[in-house]
């Protein structure tokens, strides 16, 4: 059973910069798509971008990209998301998710989540 914890959300300025993590146990990193949605209230869960473990090769969605990237460091087993030039409409609750390959931007694809961290960005 793989268990996720994220770490690393707080409060913000808009225009600065926050790195998330995501650690693993009960497996490795390396075997899965590790994905980062975020969600707010009363909206549905949204992709934010992801990580194949297999490849390394990456996707991000549209709202996010060239302002996100994602790595992972297997000898941490763990997965980080930058994100700079937080905007306001970047404050949600970010989760990390891992599932079998490949990547993919569904969430009931995914078969673990994390608790959860909250990120809030103030103008």
């Known amino acids: 059973q793989v268990q996720l914890v ?8 808009a ?6 993590s995501c650690a693993a146990s009960g497996g490795s990193f390396s075997d899965y798509a590790v994905g980062w949605f975020r969600q707010t209230p009363g909206k549905t869960r ?3 971008g992801g990580i194949s473990g297999n490849s390394g090769t990456w996707y991000f969605a549209d709202s996010v990209k060239g302002r996100f990237t994602i790595s992972m460091d297997n000898s941490k087993n763990t997965v980080y998301l ?9 404050t949600a609750r970010y989760y990390c998710a891992a599932k079998s390959e490949p990547l993919s931007t569904v969430s009931r694809a995914y078969s673990y989540w994390g608790q959860g961290t ?3 960005v103030s103008s």
């Open 6 to 13: 994220e770490s690393g959300g707080g409060l913000v300025q």
């Open 46 to 48: 949204e992709f934010v």
């Open 118 to 120: 909250q990120v809030a």
């Open 82 to 90: 930058r994100m700079n030039s937080l905007l306001r409409e970047d």
């Open 15 to 20: 225009g600065a910069s926050l790195r998330l």
